[in-house]
């Protein structure tokens, strides 16, 4: 297991749902809206995964912005957040790969031995 492609992932994840659903990926899994379960109930572009298998509010697919449908709400979320949302995908992997290697040498091997001595199964690059 490796924690940098762990964390790579994450952030990747998040990008993809904030850009498709307006919602950050533990909001997205949750419903929940600054720690209140609202799935459903905003009416808005932002989405998540309760709301989409109907346990919001607003029934399956729960209550959309300005009444418009699932299609209507992600292309519009895609079209606004495409270029953030490609750049994350594109440049967080690139970032975690230069940020890696730099850091082998000095850091993560040492960091790596100490860990393996502990008994646990990761690494950290």
């Known amino acids: 297991m490796n924690l940098t492609n762990i964390a790579v992932s994450a952030v990747v994840a998040n990008a993809v749902t904030e850009g498709v659903f307006q919602s950050n990926i533990v909001d997205f899994i949750t419903g929940r809206t600054d720690g209140v379960f609202k799935a459903g109930q905003d009416g808005s572009y932002r989405l998540t995964l309760p709301?989409?298998?109907?346990?919001?509010?607003?029934?399956?697919?729960?209550?959309?912005?300005?009444?418009?449908?699932?299609?209507?709400?992600?292309?519009?979320?895609?079209?606004?957040?495409?270029?953030?949302?490609?750049?994350?995908?594109?440049?967080?992997?690139?970032?975690?790969?230069?940020?890696?290697?730099?850091l082998r040498k000095p850091v993560i091997l040492p960091a790596?031995?100490?860990l393996k001595s502990t008994g646990l199964d990761v690494k950290l690059g």
């Open 51 to 102: 709301e989409l298998l109907g346990l919001g509010a607003g029934g399956i697919g729960g209550n959309y912005s300005k009444g418009y449908g699932f299609q209507r709400v992600v292309t519009d979320n895609i079209k606004k957040n495409l270029v953030p949302m490609m750049g994350t995908i594109i440049i967080a992997p690139i970032v975690a790969n230069v940020v890696t290697k730099t």
């Open 112 to 114: 790596n031995r100490l």
